[in-house]
């Protein structure tokens, strides 16, 4: 054999091995639909607004008879905060702390979560990432939603001061409300019917593993923490809180393996 008809069968050879390895790496997952939660995805509110909100809490379970100044009960909250950012966990905390009687803790603790959700809204700043990101997505014919959580009225306050109520490359906000009337998964349920029929299309973007995570991987979609914010050191409770990717900014969403556009 001539060495010119080995060094062709061995190209040839090297060809198809390139194309079995080729065919065996798996393809991009097409994403037509991307769905952000708000706080501490879109924008810092751990920086923003968490510690005042903490401090009107405080200040609501003084004035509805803990016997403790606010600025006792504020350093107390985030004593617990430090160990356990779940406001459920605080509020247990709390109330074992200053040793309330099991029937007076509702009425102080539900003062509490009054405040917290509704701290009026100042100035808000997004993530420098975030709109570069969003119109990126949009370019690509990406639909995109924001489901928030919290007091409705105060949540539509945070997007009109994030200036998102007018920004163009957002489909729709949703507004899941503190008494679990409608949730972000009933929201998330809803985009599957009205937008994307296919969860394999759908990628959610958040920092909570045991909400917009969990309820992302429930329903068969992508899921992406961004890890940071107030719940940066919760950890997945479980195969069902752990996302599929976890990123530290916002930008990196348009860097993961995913193929963005429509079909």
Not at 33 to 43: E, G, K, N, R, S
Not at 207 to 212: F, L, T, V
Not at 225 to 234: M, P, S
């Amino acid at each position: 054999m001539t060495k010119g008809k080995r060094s062709s069968r061995s190209a040839s050879r090297r060809q198809r091995q390139s194309a079995r390895s080729a065919s065996r790496v798996p393809a991009r997952p097409l994403i037509t639909t991307v769905i952000f939660d708000l706080d501490d995805t879109l924008y810092d509110c751990f920086g923003q607004r968490v510690g005042a909100a903490h401090l009107c809490a405080a200040e609501a379970m003084a004035s509805a008879g803990l016997p403790a100044s606010a600025e006792e009960i504020f350093q107390v909250r985030m004593q617990a905060f430090a160990n356990d950012p779940q406001l459920t966990r605080i509020d247990e905390h709390v109330c074992k702390h200053f040793a309330v009687p099991p029937a007076a803790r509702d009425k102080l603790v539900r003062a509490a979560r009054l405040a917290f959700f509704t701290l009026p809204v100042a100035q808000l700043t997004l993530f420098p990432g975030t709109l570069p990101v969003l119109r990126g997505l949009k370019e690509r014919g990406v639909r995109i939603f924001v489901v928030s959580f919290g007091d409705p009225d105060t949540q539509r306050a945070k997007v009109a001061a994030l200036g998102l109520d007018r920004e163009p490359s957002i489909d729709h906000v949703f507004y899941a409300d503190t008494s679990h009337v409608m949730t972000k998964e009933a929201f998330f349920r809803s985009i599957l019917r009205n937008a994307e029929s296919d969860p394999r299309r759908a990628l959610v973007v958040g920092d909570r593993p045991s909400s917009e995570i969990r309820a992302g991987k429930a329903l068969g979609m992508h899921t992406v923490r961004l890890r940071g914010g107030e719940f940066a050191r919760l950890r997945p409770q479980g195969p069902d809180e752990q996302a599929d990717f976890e990123i530290s900014k916002i930008d990196a969403v348009l860097k993961l393996p995913f193929q963005f556009g429509k079909t």
